[in-house]
């Protein structure tokens, strides 16, 4: 049955709706740079070696001459043909997404923009760039078909190509190849090997299973008419699921006469005709044209729904990503003041367990509780080295001999036992100090977590900040240093022995060291008395020690740093003039903030565009 006018102009709608939304999106997503991974938009990509006929063959799809052409690579940066039918239109005409407001209606002009438009943005060398161009060409005589072209695939550099010109190319090509919503047309030359084929190659990579690849022989004519190659036509030796189409190409010599397109297209159809009889309605640009069509049509019609949520979840994400990246500053002393009570307030709430931070070691905790966990196994661990040296009998021996001078004594002097707990006890003051420098190494990473946290934005605040945070905990630190000193002082100065714990312990200690009548000298008698007395007295000073330190810390490390980090930062940064200094934005970050918002744009235009799909 026959299609009727009124069913051609239905699906013509249709196609120009589904398609004309893609192109849209194509063209809102164009400023914000590559979006292949993001969106995949359903889209027809060329690929080929140079020299396979992919320009003729996007020449003859559109019916007009307006690719470059020359030695080397012409194609340096993608190029988006929009091809949109427009019954309105009296000819075709054709207008860039650079200079909208310019109509091309001569296409020598849009070939010469095209050159023009690719030396602006990759320089006059031979180097490439990723930014497509994105040429719509309005038309009364062609289907609306959307491609896109790239630079053809070339193994080593000729001329003043980069030296890694293949791996440049291969990048690009592979960002858009990858995408599981790209059509891989693949041009091969029929005249040459189809084994060795570089599109072929690059689409099975990406497309093991060749779904999404159509195979384009150009060059028939001059293939050679055998038996292998005329079963490459018929699909029996390349397995591509959306078929296998041959093209002729205009020789060099046919251009230089200028011939036309449509006399090379009538010129194709009448040699399929002649030679491949049975296959000629399956071949040629015009069914080629007709095949993508459509294939695009339904492909695009299949992504859509899927590609309205991926807009959405990607307009969350990049919102959150905004959200994060931060407002650009305006008003540099009030966000100053705002990020410096953040601070401060954050610290405090982290040390009473009402928030946790990340520390420079990865762990997510509380840092009041971090800080107790460190600093009790701190203060544990470092005194709970001390311990009586192995010389310690020695010591005492020589201490009771030299305290009875020339004359030996019927007693031991009690200064023997006040000197051995004094030495002793200075063995305290490292293990001590070690603990409170822990506790300070805690206080700092946290700090400075908070302080990467809150001003990443700003290096120079951050650094500012750090500093005015080390030299507050130095001084801190040598308030509690100070008063420990002090505590150890006084503890040696008066050596209580009628300290409770200590007399409490005396009864056990002589019982377990009373007289023997073997020992018949008093020095030798005394000494693990005395060695015993020693060592309890210091475990009470040790246990007395666990319990102040921790105190100490507290009062003037922790507390009285939090209490006054507030005011340090006021007091060292609120100065003359500083502001713009400290308000001045990392360049990656304050970049990385405008692709972002650029991107959070383009999203939401996207979602009005895909909302009006019907």
């Given at each position: 049955?026959?299609?009727?006018?009124?069913?051609?102009?239905?699906?013509?709608?249709?196609?120009?709706?589904?398609?004309?939304?893609?192109?849209?999106?194509?063209?809102?997503?164009?400023?914000?740079?590559?979006?292949?991974?993001?969106?995949?938009?359903?889209?027809?990509?060329?690929?080929?070696?140079?020299?396979?006929?992919?320009?003729?063959?996007?020449?003859?799809?559109?019916?007009?001459?307006?690719?470059p052409?020359?030695?080397?690579?012409?194609?340096?940066?993608?190029?988006?043909?929009q091809i949109?039918?427009?019954?309105?239109?009296?000819?075709?005409?054709?207008?860039?997404?650079?200079?909208?407001?310019?109509?091309?209606?001569?296409?020598?002009?849009?070939?010469?923009?095209?050159?023009?438009?690719?030396?602006?943005e990759?320089?006059?060398?031979?180097?490439?760039?990723?930014?497509?161009?994105?040429?719509?060409?309005?038309?009364?005589?062609?289907?609306?078909?959307?491609?896109?072209?790239?630079?053809?695939?070339?193994?080593?550099?000729?001329?003043?190509?980069?030296?890694?010109?293949?791996?440049?190319?291969?990048?690009l090509?592979?960002?858009?190849?990858?995408?599981?919503?790209?059509?891989?047309?693949?041009?091969?030359?029929?005249?040459?090997?189809?084994?060795?084929?570089?599109?072929?190659?690059?689409?099975r990579?990406v497309?093991?299973?060749?779904?999404?690849t159509?195979?384009?022989?150009?060059?028939?004519?001059?293939?050679?008419?055998t038996?292998?190659?005329?079963?490459?036509l018929?699909?029996?030796?390349?397995n591509?699921?959306?078929?296998?189409v041959?093209v002729?190409?205009?020789?060099?010599?046919?251009?230089?006469?200028?011939?036309?397109?449509?006399?090379s297209?009538?010129?194709?159809?009448?040699y399929?005709?002649?030679?491949?009889?049975?296959?000629?309605?399956?071949?040629?640009?015009?069914?080629?044209?007709?095949?993508?069509c459509?294939?695009?049509m339904?492909?695009?019609?299949?992504?859509?729904?899927?590609?309205?949520?991926?807009?959405?979840?990607?307009?969350?994400?990049?919102?959150?990503?905004?959200?994060?990246?931060?407002?650009?500053?305006?008003?540099?002393?009030?966000?100053?003041?705002e990020?410096?009570?953040?601070?401060?307030?954050?610290?405090?709430?982290?040390?009473?367990?009402?928030?946790?931070?990340?520390?420079?070691?990865?762990?997510?905790?509380?840092?009041?509780?971090h800080l107790?966990?460190?600093?009790?196994?701190a203060?544990?661990?470092?005194?709970?080295?001390?311990?009586?040296?192995?010389?310690?009998?020695?010591?005492i021996?020589?201490?009771?001999?030299?305290?009875?001078?020339?004359?030996?004594?019927?007693?031991?002097?009690?200064?023997?036992?006040?000197?051995?707990?004094?030495?002793?006890?200075?063995?305290?003051?490292?293990?001590v100090?070690?603990?409170?420098?822990?506790?300070?190494?805690?206080?700092?990473?946290?700090?400075?977590?908070?302080?990467?946290?809150?001003?990443?934005?700003?290096?120079?605040?951050?650094?500012?900040?750090?500093?005015?945070?080390?030299?507050?905990l130095?001084?801190?630190?040598?308030?509690?240093?100070?008063?420990?000193?002090?505590?150890?002082?006084c503890?040696?100065?008066?050596?209580?022995?009628?300290?409770?714990?200590?007399?409490?312990?005396r009864?056990?200690?002589?019982?377990?060291?009373?007289?023997?009548?073997?020992?018949?000298?008093?020095?030798?008698?005394?000494?693990?008395?005395?060695?015993?007395?020693?060592?309890?007295?210091?475990?009470?000073?040790?246990?007395?020690?666990?319990?102040?330190v921790?105190?100490?810390?507290?009062?003037?490390?922790?507390?009285?740093?939090?209490?006054?980090?507030?005011?340090?930062?006021?007091?060292?940064?609120?100065?003359?003039?500083?502001?713009?200094?400290?308000?001045t934005?990392?360049?990656?970050?304050?970049?990385r903030?405008e692709?972002?918002?650029?991107?959070?744009?383009?999203?939401?235009?996207?979602?009005?565009?895909?909302?009006?799909?019907?």
């Amino acid at each position: 049955m026959a299609t009727t006018p009124k069913e051609i102009q239905q699906r013509c709608c249709t196609m120009d709706g589904f398609l004309g939304t893609i192109n849209r999106l194509q063209e809102v997503f164009s400023t914000v740079g590559n979006t292949q991974g993001m969106l995949a938009l359903p889209q027809i990509v060329v690929i080929g070696s140079q020299s396979t006929g992919k320009t003729s063959v996007l020449e003859s799809i559109v019916q007009k001459d307006f690719l470059p052409r020359g030695d080397g690579i012409v194609t340096r940066r993608p190029l988006v043909l929009q091809i949109t039918q427009d019954m309105k239109a009296k000819e075709p005409f054709a207008v860039f997404n650079h200079c909208p407001n310019t109509i091309f209606r001569d296409f020598e002009q849009v070939k010469q923009e095209i050159i023009a438009d690719t030396d602006r943005e990759c320089g006059t060398d031979k180097g490439i760039n990723p930014k497509p161009i994105i040429l719509k060409i309005n038309t009364p005589d062609l289907p609306s078909l959307t491609i896109v072209d790239l630079p053809g695939i070339t193994k080593n550099p000729v001329g003043d190509q980069p030296p890694d010109i293949e791996t440049q190319i291969l990048s690009l090509l592979g960002e858009y190849v990858r995408n599981p919503n790209s059509i891989i047309l693949a041009v091969s030359p029929g005249n040459d090997d189809l084994a060795n084929s570089e599109s072929l190659k690059l689409a099975r990579e990406v497309d093991p299973d060749m779904k999404r690849t159509l195979a384009v022989i150009s060059k028939v004519d001059l293939m050679e008419k055998t038996k292998e190659k005329r079963e490459v036509l018929e699909g029996k030796r390349i397995n591509v699921k959306l078929g296998i189409v041959g093209v002729i190409n205009r020789s060099q010599a046919q251009l230089e006469d200028g011939m036309s397109i449509e006399e090379s297209l009538n010129r194709e159809e009448e040699y399929f005709r002649m030679n491949y009889q049975y296959l000629a309605p399956v071949m040629g640009t015009r069914f080629l044209t007709q095949r993508l069509c459509k294939i695009l049509m339904e492909h695009v019609k299949d992504c859509l729904p899927e590609l309205m949520d991926r807009i959405t979840e990607q307009k969350v994400k990049q919102q959150e990503a905004l959200d994060e990246l931060g407002p650009d500053v305006e008003d540099k002393v009030g966000t100053l003041l705002e990020l410096l009570f953040q601070f401060a307030t954050q610290f405090s709430e982290n040390i009473e367990g009402k928030r946790k931070v990340v520390l420079t070691s990865g762990k997510e905790t509380s840092g009041g509780h971090h800080l107790r966990n460190v600093f009790s196994k701190a203060i544990f661990e470092e005194l709970d080295k001390i311990h009586l040296p192995d010389t310690i009998e020695e010591e005492i021996r020589e201490e009771i001999l030299s305290s009875m001078g020339a004359t030996r004594s019927l007693f031991t002097p009690n200064i023997v036992f006040d000197n051995m707990v004094k030495t002793q006890l200075k063995r305290f003051e490292l293990p001590v100090r070690n603990s409170i420098k822990k506790c300070a190494e805690v206080v700092t990473d946290i700090t400075t977590s908070i302080g990467k946290q809150i001003f990443k934005r700003f290096p120079n605040l951050l650094r500012e900040s750090h500093h005015i945070s080390l030299c507050l905990l130095l001084e801190k630190v040598k308030v509690v240093d100070d008063f420990i000193e002090s505590y150890l002082k006084c503890e040696q100065t008066y050596i209580n022995s009628n300290h409770r714990l200590f007399v409490a312990s005396r009864p056990e200690i002589e019982r377990n060291h009373c007289d023997t009548e073997d020992v018949v000298d008093m020095e030798e008698m005394n000494i693990p008395k005395i060695k015993a007395f020693v060592e309890e007295y210091v475990n009470i000073i040790r246990r007395q020690l666990m319990d102040v330190v921790p105190k100490a810390v507290m009062c003037f490390l922790v507390n009285e740093f939090n209490e006054n980090l507030h005011k340090a930062h006021m007091k060292g940064l609120l100065v003359a003039d500083k502001a713009e200094t400290l308000m001045t934005e990392d360049a990656f970050h304050a970049e990385r903030r405008e692709k972002v918002l650029k991107m959070v744009k383009a999203l939401e235009r996207a979602d009005e565009i895909t909302s009006l799909i019907e």
